[in-house]
């Protein structure tokens, strides 16, 4: 599973190395096709399978799916967490799965956010990133959409970690519970289009923006990036501040809520 989608992404790097406009995407003009292409698949397969997917089962049910899958990156975030040396939150991960595992059927119930247990949000290429590798240019990967040099090859480690990769022995279940990961995340993002289409005259664009400035927050746990004047007297705004200005203190459409 990890070999393929290293030859796929050495390739896909290897085709681009045409120079566009924004210093952050010089494969502009190579990830704008992979780009349309994931619409396009999108389009035909994803989207209308995650609306009938959303049609078919009850909001309580997605919402329990939802927990498992998220309870289950859990375990990703602990490894990085480790290896970030964050060891102070180990522990706060290690109970909050636990929690949720033992208490909430499996995880389909999210008692650990009632419980107030902080939930952590870590994957190697933040922990790559911790350590001081550099993001490297933007990239689109096939399938799996916005990313960089350094995420990409950082996402075949957290696949290889997941339990649904690692622990699961049944090849027929892994590949189940891999489709209905797929379509439930898809299914959270339909609340999320309409944003997109109102606030981006190019979706491209935006998505490449919000991408860059939010995996940067998450390295940086947070902490604003300091202020480098280029010339026009103001730091650009985060994609968190863009955020508060717009929806304050409520979530992004599709986005969870942990206070509920």
Same mark, same amino acid.
């Given at each position: 599973? @990890?070999?393929?989608?290293?030859? !796929?992404?050495? $390739?896909?790097?290897?085709?681009?190395? *045409?120079?566009? =406009?924004?210093?952050?995407? =010089?494969?502009? =003009?190579?990830?704008?096709? @992979?780009?349309?292409?994931?619409?396009?698949? /999108?389009?035909?397969?994803?989207?209308?399978? *995650?609306?009938?997917? &959303? #049609?078919?089962?009850?909001?309580?049910?997605?919402?329990?799916?939802?927990?498992?899958?998220? #309870?289950?990156? +859990?375990?990703?975030?602990?490894?990085?967490? *480790?290896?970030?040396?964050?060891?102070?939150? +180990?522990?706060?991960?290690?109970?909050?799965?636990? &929690?949720?595992?033992?208490?909430?059927?499996?995880?389909?119930?999210?008692?650990?956010?009632?419980?107030?247990?902080?939930?952590?949000?870590?994957?190697?290429?933040?922990?790559?990133?911790?350590?001081?590798?550099? $993001?490297?240019?933007?990239? +689109? !990967?096939?399938?799996?959409?916005?990313?960089?040099?350094?995420?990409?090859?950082?996402?075949?480690? %957290? @696949?290889?970690?997941?339990?649904?990769? %690692?622990? @699961?022995?049944?090849?027929?279940?892994?590949?189940?519970?891999? *489709?209905?990961? +797929?379509?439930?995340?898809?299914?959270?993002?339909?609340?999320?289009? $309409?944003? !997109?289409?109102?606030?981006?005259?190019?979706?491209?664009?935006?998505?490449?923006?919000?991408?860059?400035?939010?995996?940067?927050?998450?390295?940086?746990?947070?902490?604003?990036?300091?202020?480098? %004047?280029?010339? %026009?007297?103001?730091?650009?705004?985060?994609?968190?501040?863009?955020?508060?200005?717009?929806?304050?203190?409520?979530? !992004?459409?599709?986005?969870? /809520?942990?206070?509920?």
């Amino acid at each position: 599973m @990890i070999r393929p989608f290293i030859l !796929l992404f050495l $390739s896909v790097l290897v085709s681009g190395c *045409a120079t566009g =406009p924004n210093k952050q995407d =010089p494969f502009e =003009p190579m990830n704008r096709k @992979i780009y349309a292409f994931n619409n396009a698949v /999108d389009t035909a397969y994803l989207k209308p399978i *995650a609306k009938g997917y &959303t #049609n078919i089962l009850p909001a309580p049910a997605r919402t329990g799916v939802s927990n498992f899958f998220r #309870n289950l990156g +859990v375990i990703v975030t602990t490894l990085n967490d *480790a290896l970030q040396l964050k060891f102070e939150k +180990v522990p706060v991960d290690i109970m909050r799965f636990s &929690t949720n595992l033992v208490f909430g059927m499996g995880g389909l119930i999210d008692i650990a956010t009632y419980a107030r247990i902080p939930y952590n949000d870590e994957d190697f290429g933040q922990t790559l990133g911790y350590w001081g590798f550099d $993001s490297g240019p933007y990239l +689109v !990967l096939p399938f799996f959409g916005p990313s960089n040099v350094r995420d990409g090859l950082a996402l075949p480690v %957290d @696949i290889y970690v997941s339990p649904i990769y %690692d622990t @699961i022995g049944d090849e027929g279940v892994r590949w189940g519970l891999l *489709a209905l990961y +797929v379509v439930d995340t898809r299914a959270n993002l339909l609340g999320a289009e $309409s944003f !997109l289409q109102e606030a981006a005259l190019d979706e491209y664009s935006f998505l490449r923006d919000t991408y860059l400035q939010r995996r940067e927050y998450l390295v940086r746990d947070g902490a604003v990036e300091p202020f480098r %004047d280029e010339g %026009d007297g103001a730091r650009p705004k985060t994609l968190l501040e863009l955020e508060e200005e717009e929806f304050g203190d409520d979530p !992004l459409p599709g986005e969870y /809520d942990s206070s509920q």
